[in-house]
Structures are given as structure tokens and as C-alpha cells.
């Protein structure tokens, strides 16, 4: 039997701006950069998880907003099936700036491990399933936008084939300081929102 799905819960950040479901939770006026945004918001969060200051930028925006989708639906308490479908279209392209920038330095040619591990944008996905204990499927594409078509087809396979009882999912995206945005969302047989094309699709274009 077909199952009916919905979008449980969802979050965004972008313009140094946390919002869950639609209402602003938090904002940094006063952040200069990314970096500073992300640190601020940790600490809102009042998290304990030493190893965030090690990620990269794309790793920490992952990082966040899933936590707050799956902290505040509880998913875990449902299930532990719960697989996830990311996508962007810088790829880990900040990062893999900051390796090549190593490698061009000859007079101080030391490239770091601790940047390098960080050149594939699944890492963040993968700091989520380490956090949160998730062995079930995931996967991170690249394309030009985010493809809301695309996104509802793979959700809902992955729940009507019952490789996974529900699906975080979204598009974290960083290319630099200024141009980064996460939509991060949970996909579930639990919710009020269908989960569709056109629904995904108003609620990443809805100007908070």
C-alpha cells in the first residue's frame, strides 16, 4: 500500500538568519562573517559537541540545521530509518579553495589533512549520521539549483520501498562568506504539509 507523505518539519538559514518552520528563532546582526554566524548559533543552540569547531563551513550549516530538525520533530524517538538525500551546487568548493591554497604556497607548502578530509560535500552529512547514530542510506548530489522534483521522486522512493522510514533532506549550500543558505527538512508519514513538488518548492522560495 502506498504510504502518504509529509513534510514534518523543516528549517533555513541564510542572511545570518535561523528560522524552524517559517519563525525566526535566532539572528546575528553583529556577525561579520560566516564563520562568526555559525559559532553564534552553536552556542544558541547551547550544544556540547567538541568536534564542530574542527568542520567546515559547509559541514557546520549541515550540521545545524539538521540537528534542529531532527531535535525539535524528535525523529529519533520514531525511528532510527531514517536516511538522508543532501544536495548543492558549490560542492565543497570553499574548502577545496582553502587546500588548493596550500598546495600553491611552495615557500609554505604544508597542505593539511584536517582541511583535505573536508574536499567532499557528503562529509557533512556524514558528521550528522556520526552525531546522531543513522546507518541507514544517504547520498549528496550536485546540481545548478535546488530540484525539488528530483528531491520529492528520491524521498519518497527511498520511504515507499521501505529502505528507510523517513528522510532528512534539503540543500546546504557555501561558496563564501556572503553566499550560503541551508533548507533542511524531514520526510515522514506523520505531518500536515503533502510532500510534493510544489510545496518543497514555496517553501525554499518563501522570502522570511
Not at 527511498?158 to 546546504?172: H, R
Amino acid at each position: 500500500m502506498k504510504k502518504d507523505l509529509y513534510i514534518k518539519a523543516h528549517c533555513k538559514i541564510k542572511n545570518n538568519q535561523l528560522f524552524f518552520n517559517d519563525e525566526l528563532l535566532f539572528k546575528d546582526e553583529e556577525a561579520e562573517d560566516l564563520k562568526s554566524f555559525l559559532k553564534s548559533t552553536y552556542k544558541f543552540l547551547e550544544l556540547k559537541y567538541g568536534k564542530f569547531f574542527k568542520m567546515d563551513s559547509l559541514s557546520k550549516l549541515t550540521f545545524l540545521a539538521s540537528e534542529i530538525v531532527l531535535t525539535k520533530t524528535n525523529a529519533k524517538e520514531e525511528t532510527e530509518n531514517i536516511a538522508l538525500v543532501f544536495s548543492n551546487n558549490a560542492s565543497s568548493l570553499e574548502t577545496d579553495r582553502k587546500h588548493q591554497k596550500s598546495i600553491d604556497n611552495l615557500d609554505d607548502y604544508f597542505p593539511s589533512p584536517a582541511i583535505f578530509v573536508y574536499t567532499l560535500p557528503n562529509i557533512g552529512i556524514g558528521e550528522v549520521s556520526i552525531r546522531h547514530q543513522l546507518k541507514s542510506e544517504n547520498a549528496f548530489f550536485v546540481f545548478n539549483e535546488y530540484n525539488a522534483d528530483f528531491h520529492t521522486t528520491y524521498e519518497s522512493s527511498l520511504i515507499q520501498s521501505n529502505k528507510a522510514e523517513a528522510v532528512l533532506a534539503g540543500w546546504t549550500n557555501v561558496d563564501n562568506d556572503k553566499n550560503y543558505e541551508a533548507f533542511v527538512y524531514l520526510v515522514s508519514t506523520k505531518g500536515k504539509i503533502e510532500h510534493n513538488k510544489k510545496e518543497l518548492n514555496q517553501i525554499y522560495t518563501n522570502k522570511n
